[in-house]
């Protein structure tokens, strides 16, 4: 079983930007691809991005499309996810999620994972 720790939320203004790093332990990350996954207050948890084992595929929920980035260095066992632009509407605790694969997809629903991190509040004010 692989285990996640997330960091690198915080209380950011519109418009600035944060780092959210996820930390794997547990087993060969490389064989894991890896989702970032959200909940707002009052709100259903959401897919926002994922990256398949590789790197080479990624996955971008519409509402962060073009601001979000997600990126992984397998060597550090680490998945990122770059948030530029940020809004108020992205305050949200943050998880990172994690699927053993086989190939080199992208697993976009929830349902598809099956290790979960202890999530990472962002807040962002207007």
Not at 20 to 25: I, K, N, R
């Amino acid at each position: 079983q692989v285990q996640l720790v997330e960091s690198g939320g915080g209380l950011v203004q519109a418009g600035g930007s944060l780092r959210l790093s996820c930390a794997a332990s547990g087993r060969t990350f490389s064989n894991y691809a890896m989702g970032w996954f959200r909940q707002a207050p009052g709100k259903e948890r959401e897919f926002v991005a994922a990256i398949s084992w590789s790197g080479g595929n990624t996955y971008y929920a519409d509402s962060v499309l073009g601001r979000f980035t997600i990126s992984r260095d397998n060597a550090k066992n680490t998945v990122y996810l770059q948030m530029n632009s940020l809004k108020p509407e992205d305050t949200a605790v943050y998880y990172c999620a994690t699927k053993r694969v086989l190939t080199d997809y992208v697993p976009t629903t929830e349902n598809d994972y099956n290790a979960w991190g202890q999530g990472t509040h962002v807040t962002v004010s207007s």
